[in-house]
């Protein structure tokens, strides 16, 4: 054995604990972490915010010069084409969303948004009123609908959707969970796993992120004019030893019913660009097979799998032929308004539990 490749233990260091892993309440899991005061996003009262339902879709454009590239990588990725027109291309998971991810045709490849449902006709209006743009009926798209499309502060396209028609039901039945014999508990008696290969099928669009460079001015924007609140912020020390907060994860704010820990990120980074779109998938068996069928496609993977901290999911991430980052994840954990916020330090253990070393690919 190599020797420089192993750490040398003496005989009298106490032996390593081994690793475990339970689910257990938030309340618990964040005693030690600092809370942040609801006061930090109180701006408006929440009867005066636009009232976000839910994530709906992303927006891209894909230069028509490689659009066949893109459109084989989302089906490896586990997406189906739900319709193509010669001027764009409505991407589907199994869930009750018509579409997930909207792509433009054009001549660049361009990030057009995060789209988010609202509850209302007037929430669309008021939305309409932070921008330049009027609404538009989307009548090519699947679940029709009207969309309108405003720039937060630091220039991001961000798109509000009423009106759209779900699915009547998921095109796919729930699977049923895989029995899994642990050591003690072996339900899975006289039956075989079995599996087939390909893609990992998409279910749902769980959230995006931006890299930015204001965070103050971002997080204000977003968390006055709508139900978006901090699950999480992390925080750099300034030059004088303060806290300045640099990232946060942003969950739809549903009072008493939970969400997804967050929907939305936002991080500073030296460049200002989308950082990445994210995909439920069904279980870790499903996002390994999908994980190997995108390897063995010969496309770019960026970091996974790997299990995330803040927000529990396990992750894989990779490039699309454009050089947008996507994501797989699963088990991912849910908020609601009873759930504290934290506020701890910026690093990179903060981004996983487990898993290869943190790319400088994925930080930049
Ligand atoms: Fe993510």
Redesign the pocket.
């Known amino acids: 054995m190599d020797a420089t490749a192993t750490q040398s233990r003496d005989q009298n260091d106490a032996p390593p604990s081994a690793n475990s892993g339970k689910s257990v309440p938030a309340s618990q899991a964040m005693k030690t972490i600092e809370h942040v005061s609801p006061m930090r996003w109180a701006s408006g009262s929440s009867t005066d915010k636009i009232k976000i339902t839910k994530i709906s879709h992303m927006r891209y454009r894909h230069p028509a010069g490689n659009i066949d590239s893109i459109v084989t990588f989302l089906l490896d990725f586990g997406m189906e084409v739900v319709k193509r027109t010669d001027t764009a291309i409505w991407f589907g998971g199994y869930g009750i969303d018509q579409y997930v991810y909207y792509c433009e045709i054009g001549d660049d490849k361009k990030f057009l948004g995060g789209t988010w449902e609202v509850e209302s006709w007037e929430d669309l209006q008021r939305a309409e009123t932070l921008g330049n743009t009027k609404i538009v009926e989307l009548k090519d798209s699947p679940g029709g609908g009207h969309i309108v499309t405003v720039h937060d502060p630091e220039g991001f396209p961000v798109n509000f959707i009423y009106g759209a028609t779900p699915r009547p039901a998921p095109i796919k039945q729930p699977a049923e969970a895989l029995q899994v014999n642990d050591e003690f508990s072996k339900p899975r008696k006289g039956a075989f796993q079995r599996f087939e290969p390909g893609p990992a099928a998409v279910h749902k669009l769980g ?1 995006f ?1 931006l890299t930015i460079h204001d965070f103050e001015s971002q997080f204000k924007w977003y968390t006055s004019h709508f139900n978006l609140v901090p699950s999480d912020i992390l925080y750099v020390p300034d030059e004088n030893g303060n806290k300045r907060d640099v990232a946060a994860f942003l969950h739809v704010d549903l009072g008493k019913a939970y969400t997804d820990h967050h929907s939305f990120f936002f991080s500073v980074a030296k460049e200002k660009h989308v950082h ?1 779109s ?1 995909y439920e998938v069904h279980d870790y068996d499903s996002q390994n097979m999908g994980h190997y069928w995108l390897k063995e496609k010969g496309y770019k993977p960026v970091w996974g799998l790997g299990r995330h901290k803040l927000g529990s999911q396990i ?1 894989d991430y990779w490039w699309d032929p454009n050089g947008f980052m996507v ?1 797989h ?1 699963i088990d991912g954990d849910l908020v609601n308004e009873d759930t504290p916020a934290g506020r701890q330090p910026a690093g990179d253990e903060s981004l996983a539990v487990w898993s290869e070393p943190v790319p400088s690919t994925f930080l930049d």
């Open positions: 959230h992120g990445h994210s992750f994501e994840y």
